[in-house]
């Protein structure tokens, strides 16, 4: 059974840098699939930010991309999200899902989060 | 504002049927990507409810559905159930975008 897990802090300030990992369990990220980052303010929708692949391909939100970076390690099979000068804006529920396509140069169009962790409250706050 | 528009309830009697719409345009459903639904209940993660327009992965129940034509799709659900309360949501990819985007989202409330 997959299974994701985020981890990081829960509360970060003003004009800092948001860091979390996902670690994955039940499946080799080297195996392939993409895994990607996704956040949700409270009572809001979902929201894309990035994805990696295990070869480290990066896919980034285009509001997002000055601030965000996505990074894998296949050693300790997990990926991380850096997103930096944070603002009360970004505070939300962070998630960290498996995606299709399955392979690196697969048509990315038709892409389904089908694994997803069970998400971690970031705020933003002095 | 959402790329895909959903409406932003729906509410069906235990045993009923209900619909769920999500309107794309030229730059996702337009192009032919597929329309994906996640079911998100109170508290929890979203989970992957069908994929590729009308498939159901393994554990949906079938009464779960879903169709797509043109830039529109819908998710149909019927014998409605009181654990079916929660929040739905549409998910495609958009060129403009160049990235994933997901509906607003639509509540369902089992009267």
């Known amino acids: 059974q997959v299974q994701l897990q985020e981890s990081g802090p829960g509360l970060v300030k003003p004009s800092e840098t948001l860091s979390l990992t996902c670690g994955a369990s039940?499946?080799?990220?080297?195996?392939?699939?993409?895994w990607g980052w996704l956040r949700q303010p409270a009572g809001k929708g979902l929201e894309w930010i990035g994805s990696?692949?295990?070869?480290?391909?990066?896919l980034y939100h285009p509001s997002l991309r000055s601030r965000v970076s996505i990074s894998v390690d296949t050693s300790k099979n997990q990926f991380s999200l850096k997103l930096s000068s944070v603002t009360a804006a970004d505070t939300a529920v962070y998630y960290c899902a498996r995606h299709t396509p399955i392979y690196e140069y697969d048509s990315i169009g038709y892409a389904s989060f089908d694994i997803w962790g069970r998400g971690t409250l970031v705020t933003v706050s002095s | 504002q959402s790329v895909l528009t959903q409406p932003p309830s729906v509410s069906g009697a235990p045993g009923q049927r209900v619909t769920i719409s999500c309107t794309g345009s030229s730059s996702n459903f337009g192009v032919g990507y597929a329309v994906h639904w996640y079911q998100q209940l109170p508290g929890t993660a979203p989970k992957l409810l069908i994929y590729s327009n009308s498939n159901r992965p393994s554990g949906v129940p079938d009464r779960f559905s879903g169709s797509k034509s043109g830039t529109s799709a819908s998710l149909a659900i019927t014998g409605l159930q009181a654990e079916d309360e929660g929040d739905y949501y549409c998910?495609?990819?958009?060129?403009?975008?160049?990235?994933?985007?997901f509906g607003g989202g639509t509540k369902l409330t089992v009267l």
């Open positions: 990696v692949y295990h070869s480290g391909t990066t």
């Open positions: 998910q495609s990819y958009d060129n403009n975008l160049s990235g994933w985007v």
């Open positions: 039940g499946y080799s990220i080297s195996s392939g699939y993409y």
